[in-house]
């Protein structure tokens, strides 16, 4: 190998170019690769997975606690039920107390008794079938134990839970100070759906004093952390799928289902991660279109670095032609120099891959980030995965390989001893691999310019109402004039309305009116004064009659009433009634991709509330002011100043996190197919000297020799845009179908990236061929 280290130490760039586009693509692909296996293997390790099932809507996996023991009661096929939930709060100690951090999913688990029976959580120390027995019982995770006991034995101490209010308020109002006894000591929670977060897992029996009242039949099953999960564990070889009339027929006529029927879903234990009723509250979501985003684009990278690999290589032949014709005349048959060959391209793999694995660890917290999941790779080492690298490794080191030593051995030795050798080459399959690489790459920035286009007109689509410089800003209680005070006195605020309930953006609370027949109907509700109606924008398309004490209905909360409101009155769930002034047009609250909801709107003239609707000139500094306006008087800004745009486009935040992928692997995608775009003029440039220096002999200029050069070198990429153009429309109209207000596909979108992926390639290699160019034709004839 010391010919091959000596041939890398004189071809630096040659060195570099491949070096750098393996390390970086082995990068990823270990990431991902530990990455993907923990989102599709989530929960198999648990003995009893095949049998457990998660219950619940189709559209949501919130159930109430109480329907889980009904249903079991119905249902012979289920053995044994688990209800789960995670909740907000803080640990406390003594002095000491640990509080949830910056993921919205809580480090308290409020569970049943049979938790330990469902899950096979292991234990470091206590027993599984007592461990949460009684209502007073909890189990502590590892992480939890060190932090508040240090190396003392926690068996036996108790801790208290405070939880947060975060749910509707019942009759009775409770202390949510719990003290709970610590029974057994759990291993961190890793590899499950269940929040990995969790640090306490408690008895559900006093869930209600942890969040002030019980989940009742009338209110939606959830905390502030989620929704209440029902786990069912069925008898071996039996199905729910028999039972899904009865148990639909029971949740709705037991239970209020608010905006839709109720149909119920029933899903593996290993599918949840992946399931579209996973919000992501109370769960592990994962995401398969950006896991395929990813494999895509990591496989993309790989694919460069490797071409980018054989095109060098087959471009150093010259270099490297009289070291093996030598080995030939000495005995080396051309099998061995063939593998000899190959396992330079492995050692090459190789040690791109430690660099690759080095890099993989110090930026696995920003992967973690960056791909919304867990990766973990010192915790995975294992033989298996262990087994899968060198395989990898021996698999890309033999594809790298064959080709060069293939083109190397091909020729006779004696030929290249005498000086006979002339290397020549119609470099057919260098060109497939730039056309392949571009291809790609165009498809990739095409990607990135629709999904950006897309995402900008969404979130500034026409709502029905006005979005643009308005602010929702929550007083805290009893200081409404100071806040409106403090407003009034800021430069960039134009105008202050007040308004009381829901607001049009994701954060909404439903209420519910009583009809005809009893029967319920489910609507949001909003007072507002005169300002913030104008401000908002609404429009009205029947009016009444005036009324300080009418409500406006949209048309949505007219169909829901059958389209029929007797002598023009509501009748609201306490036996009140109330006029309705008239019905706005329609609107769309959250974004315009979300179903128009029911709206009902007291407009109060003479009336303030106390929170406030805030329209400003634009200035972009507004929201820092808002925000430390409330900090001083209330200590935190959290939840109480919200842009409306920027809540708009805080409900794309997904596709918003696709394009940030995208984006990122298209930048990378380019510099690694410069690097290829180098390497081809290498080997261009190369065969072509003898070439140019005589052209330059015969009298040709260096800028006509130039654009001959260029104009070969640009055939291949305009082959490739042929192919990128309908592979780009195809995947991005495929992509754009899932979104019912969308953009069209502009001839101009296709004709941008065409133009910028040209103008990179022929960047990339204008210098070689001016260097080329400028180059002694004498001395080029020599060299030749």
């Known amino acids: ?105 809580g480090i308290i688990m409020v569970a049943d008794s049979t938790f330990f029976q469902f899950f096979d959580f292991e234990l470091e120390t206590g027993s599984r079938q007592t461990a949460l027995n009684s209502p007073d019982k909890c189990v502590i995770t590892e992480r939890l134990a060190h932090r508040l006991f240090g190396d003392k034995n926690p068996i036996g101490e108790s801790v208290q839970i405070v939880g947060e209010y975060d749910v509707e308020p019942g009759n009775t109002v409770y202390d949510s100070t719990l003290v709970y006894t610590v029974s057994a000591v759990a291993k961190d929670f890793d590899h499950t759906v269940l ?25 939606y099953a959830f905390s502030n952390a989620g929704a209440c999960k029902v786990f069912f564990m069925l008898r071996p ?38 399931a579209p009723q996973n919000d992501g509250k109370g769960l592990q979501k994962g995401d398969k279109t950006r896991l395929h985003i990813l494999i895509t684009a990591v496989l993309a990278l790989l694919f460069f670095a490797i071409t980018n690999y054989i095109n060098l290589t087959v471009a150093n032949t010259g270099f490297r032609s009289k070291e093996m014709a030598t080995r030939r005349l000495f005995g080396s048959s051309q099998r061995m120099i063939a593998w000899k060959l190959i396992a330079e391209s492995t050692l090459m793999v190789a040690l791109a891959f430690a660099i690759g694995l080095a890099l993989a660890l110090c930026f696995q917290d920003d992967a973690i980030s960056l791909f919304k999941g867990k990766i973990a790779i010192t915790d995975d080492i294992n033989i298996v995965s262990v087994s899968l690298c060198l395989g990898g490794i021996f698999l890309v080191g033999i594809v790298s390989g064959l080709l060069p030593s293939w083109q190397m051995t091909r020729y006779q030795p004696i030929d290249i001893v005498k000086g006979n050798f002339r290397f020549r080459s119609k470099m057919v399959l260098g060109k497939v691999f730039i056309i392949l690489q571009n291809v790609i790459t165009v498809t990739m920035l095409t990607a990135s310019l629709v999904i950006w286009l897309q995402l900008h007109h969404l979130i500034h689509a026409p709502l029905g109402f006005n979005t643009e410089n308005l602010f929702y800003i929550i007083s805290p209680e009893g200081k409404e004039q100071v806040v409106r005070s403090k407003l009034e006195k800021m430069p960039f605020v134009e105008r202050i309305g007040t308004f009381n309930g829901c607001t049009f953006t994701q954060f909404h609370t439903g209420v519910y009116i009583i009809v005809r027949d009893d029967k319920f109907v489910s609507m ?42 007797d002598a023009r009155e509501l009748g609201w769930y306490d036996g009140g009634k109330e ?54 008087l209330n200590g935190s800004a959290e939840n109480r100043v919200q842009s409306i745009e920027e809540s708009i486009a805080e409900t794309f935040k997904d596709q918003q996190h ?19 775009f180098i390497g081809m003029s290498l080997f261009f440039i190369r065969q072509r000297q003898k070439d140019i220096g005589i052209r330059k002999i015969m009298g040709s200029t260096s800028s006509e020799v130039m654009m001959l050069m260029l104009r070969t070198f640009c055939v291949p990429l305009l082959v490739s845009f042929v192919m990128a153009i309908p592979l780009s429309w195809y995947v991005m109209n495929d992509w754009l179908s899932n979104f019912s207000y969308r953009i069209s596909l502009s001839p101009w979108i296709f004709v941008a990236t065409c133009a910028f992926s040209l103008l990179v390639a022929v960047l990339s290699v204008s210098i070689q061929i001016m260097k080329a160019v400028c180059t002694n034709p004498v001395e080029s004839v020599k060299t030749e």
């Open 524 to 565: 949001f509700e909003t007072d507002m004064d005169k300002t913030t109606f104008e401000l908002l924008g609404l429009q009205i398309k029947h009016n009444h009659g005036t009324s300080n004490d009418g409500i406006y209905l949209n048309e949505e909360a007219l169909r829901q009433l059958d389209n029929k409101i």
């Open 1 to 105: 190998m010391k010919s091959y280290f000596r041939f890398l130490s004189r071809n630096k760039l040659y060195t570099l170019i491949n070096v750098v586009g393996l390390v970086v693509s082995l990068m990823f692909i270990i990431l991902l690769g530990d990455y993907t296996w923990r989102q599709y293997s989530i929960d198999s390790w648990h003995k009893n997975a095949d049998r457990i099932y998660l219950v619940g809507d189709q559209t949501s996996f919130s159930m109430w606690p109480q329907a889980g023991d009904r249903i079991k009661d119905m249902c012979p096929e289920i053995e044994q039920k688990c209800c789960v939930m995670s909740v907000r709060g803080k640990i406390k100690y003594g002095r000491q107390e640990v509080k949830d951090g910056e993921n919205e999913n």
């Open 237 to 274: 070889g039996m199905t729910l799928d028999n039972k899904k009339k009865t148990i639909d027929n029971y949740i709705v006529n037991n239970y209020f289902i608010p905006f839709g029927e109720y149909k119920v879903s029933v899903t593996p234990l290993k599918e949840v991660m992946f």
């Open 658 to 676: 696709t394009l940030k992928l995208i984006t990122l692997f298209t930048l990378i995608a380019i510099v690694v197919s410069v690097l290829g």
């Open 195 to 219: 929040p990995n977060e969790t640090q306490i897992i408690a008895n559900m029996k006093r869930y209600p004093q942890m969040l002030s009242a019980e989940f009742p039949s009338y209110s």
């Open 579 to 632: 006029p309705v002034a008239g019905v706005l047009e329609e609107f769309h609250s959250v974004n315009v991709l979300s179903p128009i909801q029911p709206f009902a709107i007291r407009v109060q003239k003479d009336k303030e509330f106390p929170m406030f609707l805030v329209k400003t000139n634009g200035d972009k500094q507004a929201k820092a002011a808002f925000d430390e306006m409330m900090k001083k």
